[in-house]
């Protein structure tokens, strides 16, 4: 079955960097898009970025251009998410999906829907 497996989260000052990894499985790669989403408590869950795995397209959130970048290891169906200059306003539960589809407007991501999500994993900013 379709699995999305994340990791490399975790509590970083501010200005400081992680890379968060997912893991798929169970299908064919290229075929889907893979995209990295967020949601703070009590906010809604927001675009970060989205890789095209069977071109390498990208698309970011205007919040984290030139900060983050999405890359991918195609022979490994893993995609990254490098989270350089961090801020406190990145304190959220990030999740890897599947099949997304955005609506794009004033340089945001909408989520409107994935069709496997994967459990999350907790960034920690702080001042």
């Known amino acids: 079955q379709v699995q999305l497996v994340e990791s490399g989260g975790g509590s970083v000052q501010s200005g400081g960097s992680l890379r968060l990894s997912c893991v798929s499985s169970g299908y064919t790669y290229g075929a889907k898009n893979l995209g990295w989403f967020r949601q703070a408590p009590g906010k809604g869950r927001e675009g970060v970025a989205i890789v095209y795995t069977g071109t390498g397209s990208t698309l970011y959130a205007d919040s984290v251009k030139g900060r983050f970048t999405i890359s991918q290891d195609n022979g490994k169906n893993t995609v990254y998410l490098q989270m350089n200059s961090l801020k406190p306003e990145d304190t959220a539960v990030y999740y890897c999906?599947?099949?997304?589809?955005?609506?794009?407007?004033?340089?945001?991501?909408?989520?409107?829907?994935?069709?496997?999500w994967g459990q999350g994993t907790q960034v920690t900013v702080s001042s």
């Open positions: 999906a599947r099949d997304v589809i955005v609506a794009v407007a004033a340089g945001t991501l909408r989520p409107l829907g994935g069709d496997h």
